[in-house]
């Protein structure tokens, strides 16, 4: 009995709430396929679309883990073959590990009887990323699963709270054609921060909560701005003040980093502002002779689903 899940990218710290703050969009995302096997063994039986870079031994795949550490919870020894087929790259801020973890747990819920709510299934792709990326941030895997906006409260004990998605707001979301690992560009952070800009991001973080309580595209605006990450980040990234610019100066409400890059977005009001966004930033990029990739959508409510 085979089962399919697809499970989207998604804009981790969604610029103002590093390591809580998470985003679904509609597309891109990976599709896992998994299928009992006659033995007892978890086994990642094929990768499409990584190249090759993916590790295929099960315990150094997210999708792996993911799914070992819900068939030990569940008690269930039966083997499970996954088959991943990655459709987005690797390194690119829009929560590419999160994603094959997210699939390959949703669809072998389904497949071993859909015994956990997806709520219950967190902390095994928590788990999966913390073998990703050598940290267990919660941003990715959140909305990848849950779909919308969400925000961890707590990561001990783990609480996800999920927030409403603002009306007619959109997502140009950019990929320039450059890997960016999410251990470098956390590595590039500082591990203190001064009480004022402390005090500077608690008041943006709390600002977005309320500007999507009340649907105020304005406060949203100003509210995602981003003091810890971004200023050490966007070194890294290629044109990304130019294209920042670029983006505010057609209407974005706000731009921002996705996740750790080099994935850049911006948050628009109406489709076909967002897409005259995409293209100004696109056309930044290829400008500076760099390749990439536009994604435009709302953001995904829905999150991971079983598909046929
Ligand atoms: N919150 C994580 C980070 C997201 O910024 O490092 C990684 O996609």
Redesign the pocket.
């Given at each position: 009995m085979f089962v399919k899940a697809f499970a989207p990218a998604s804009i981790?710290?969604v610029i103002c709430g590093?390591?809580v703050l998470g985003m679904a969009v509609k597309a891109p995302g990976d599709l896992v396929e998994v299928d009992f096997n006659d033995s007892s063994d978890i086994l990642i039986r094929g990768i499409s679309g990584d190249q090759g870079k993916l590790p295929r031994e099960t315990m150094k795949n997210t999708a792996g883990v993911a799914v070992s550490a819900l068939a030990k919870h569940l008690g269930d020894e039966r083997g499970i073959d996954i088959t991943v087929h990655k459709q987005m790259p690797l390194g690119s801020?829009l929560?590419s590990s999160a994603a094959s973890a997210v699939g390959a747990v949703v669809a072998a819920n389904e497949l071993l009887g859909n015994k956990l709510s997806k709520a219950d299934l967190m902390p095994f792709v928590v788990e999966a990323e913390r073998i990703a990326c050598g940290a267990g941030?919660a941003?990715?895997v959140a909305p990848s699963l849950l779909g919308g906006i969400t925000l961890i409260r707590s990561y001990d004990p783990l609480d996800v709270i999920q927030l409403p998605s603002p009306d007619n707001v959109f997502v140009a979301l950019v990929h320039p054609d450059v890997e960016l690992m999410?251990k470098d560009?956390?590595n590039v952070l500082p591990t203190e921060l001064p009480i004022s800009k402390s005090v500077e991001q608690m008041g943006h973080i709390a600002a977005f909560v309320h500007a999507v309580h009340t649907n105020d595209h304005q406060l949203l605006g100003k509210s995602l701005v981003d003091v810890l990450?971004e200023p050490y980040r966007a070194p890294l990234i290629p044109h990304f003040e130019q294209v920042k610019k670029s983006a505010l100066y057609t209407g974005a409400l706000a731009f921002g980093i996705s996740?750790?890059g080099p994935s850049m977005f911006a948050l628009v009001t109406g489709k076909v502002q967002a897409e005259q966004v995409g293209e100004i930033m696109v056309k930044t990029l290829e400008r500076a002779e760099v390749d990439c990739q536009l994604y435009v959508s709302k953001v995904n409510d829905k999150g991971a689903e079983i598909v046929d």
């Open positions: 981790g710290n590093f390591d801020g929560g941030h941003d990715n999410t560009a956390r990450a996740g750790s």
